[in-house]
């Protein structure tokens, strides 16, 4: 493989430091590059400094390299999508039209749609069609600058159809160019057929999915729908001590709908991060600065749930590393666009155009455990480069509604552009 030398860009913004959570003034700190350049060899980031920097130390080894000429633009890491529930079966736009008629999520989930429906859905799909699914997805993301993506299963609520979702995501990590992070999420609902029986359905979940789960190595981390109507703290926290004793790391789906204890249990459990947490109490969101639970702010799901998003601000303020996702998944937010969701994590929750670009590369690579590998343009990452069509970083927010991705390179080769 030849080297690449992507050189001139107006902005690198290299998001360099440690491999850790950023919080306060860290997430801030772009480590922006004037006049940019980077050398990618094997996949690999080689050198990283400004062009004259470059010229220097690879110049005489120009001409075997495939020269990216980045004059003008904005150049950043890949981005990473830390929360998704992408390997699913179907889809529900009636209940986009019945929300608008005035439905809640909560009543269409009660009556045997939203979360229910898809699980039909992906039960009666074959292993096949939910690659062929998935896969558009995924190509959706990278051309959206997304070069990593955790996926959660949890439309089976069965053992047979969660790890069917837990392979078709093995399967896609092994051919799909996007790094894709496992999760099991059996607690994503209580099955229909187990409908006033929920203990059993956890007994089952905590019996036979999660050791089979760990078993067969299927997944990284272990998330439950913490919400009043879904699964109380107490059952939220069964399920994720078992999964914690199986070495599967705590996640939580916490204070979306309702102010539930979700951030407290979050910290509680030492949970890698907590998501949603549009109704997390102040308390809560204390005790996640204090145990170093990463906030997993949606704000796509908020808007499109038409609720107000998550206090994203003061939860920087308080000393808590924020990142952000899209949620992609069948009800509450169908779209694949990082982009738009850091437009709206500036908009809609008052983060900074640094912070939002923070949030959606080292933070979110820190909240799967990828931190070692990717979320910044540093020497020995992988080679997960984005050039936007844009020359600077407010910019990025600043043009929203837009996807101003030129190219991607997802290990070192051209995926996008
Ligand atoms: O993160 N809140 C629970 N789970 C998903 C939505 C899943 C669905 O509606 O299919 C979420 O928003
Ligand atoms: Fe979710």
């Known amino acids: 493989m030849k080297p690449i030398w992507i050189k001139n860009a107006a902005q690198l913004a290299t998001i360099s430091g440690a491999n850790k959570p950023r919080t306060r003034e860290a997430m801030s700190d772009l480590g922006v590059i004037e006049n940019g350049s980077l050398w990618i060899e094997n996949g690999k980031i080689m050198a990283v400094g400004s062009t004259a920097e470059l010229e220097r130390i690879y110049g005489e080894r120009a001409s075997e390299a495939n020269i990216v000429d980045a004059t003008g633009r904005l150049v950043t890491p890949g981005l990473v999508d830390p929360h998704t529930h992408v390997a699913y079966g179907g889809s529900r736009e009636r209940e986009f ?27 009666e799909a074959t292993e096949d069609e939910l690659i062929e699914q998935t896969t558009r997805r995924l190509d959706s993301f990278l051309a959206h600058g997304v070069t990593t993506v955790e996926g959660k299963s949890g ?108 951030a407290e249990l979050a910290a509680k459990v030492g949970a890698i991060s907590a998501e949603h947490l549009l109704k997390a109490s102040d308390e809560g969101v204390r005790l996640m600065a204090e145990a170093g639970v990463i906030a997993c702010l949606l704000p796509a799901t908020a808007l499109y749930l038409r609720e107000e ?5 003061a939860m920087i303020d308080a000393g808590v590393a924020v990142a952000i996702s899209t949620d992609c998944n069948p009800g509450s937010s169908p779209t694949t666009s990082m982009p738009l969701v850091m437009n709206l994590a500036c908009i809609s929750m008052r983060l900074t155009p640094a912070e939002a670009l923070v949030a959606a590369t080292m933070n979110g690579a820190c909240a799967i455990g990828m931190e070692e590998k990717v979320g910044s343009i540093e020497v020995g990452k992988q080679a997960d480069i984005v050039m936007w069509h844009i020359s600077n970083y407010q910019e990025l927010q600043y043009l929203f509604g837009v996807n101003h991705v030129q190219s991607v390179w997802k290990k070192g080769v051209q995926v996008v552009g």
């Open 155 to 262: 439309y089976g609520l069965d053992l047979e159809t969660e790890i069917k979702q837990l392979r078709v995501m093995k399967r896609l990590n092994e051919t799909h160019p996007i790094d894709l992070i496992p999760t099991f999420m059996g607690g994503h609902a209580v099955p229909r057929e187990y409908k006033g029986r929920e203990d059993e359905y956890i007994d089952v979940l905590v019996n036979d999915m999660l050791p089979k789960v760990a078993d067969e190595e299927l997944a990284v981390f272990n998330d439950v729908f913490c919400e009043v109507g879904v699964f109380t703290p107490e059952q939220s926290e069964r399920i994720l001590l078992a999964g914690k004793e199986l070495g599967l790391v705590p996640k939580i789906h916490a204070d979306e709908i309702e102010s539930y204890g979700g």
């Open 309 to 313: 998003a998550a206090q994203g601000r």
């Open 97 to 123: 039209e019945m929300r608008l008629e005035g439905a809640t999520y909560m009543d269409i989930m009660n009556a045997g749609g939203g979360i229910h429906a898809t699980t039909r859905m992906t039960r």
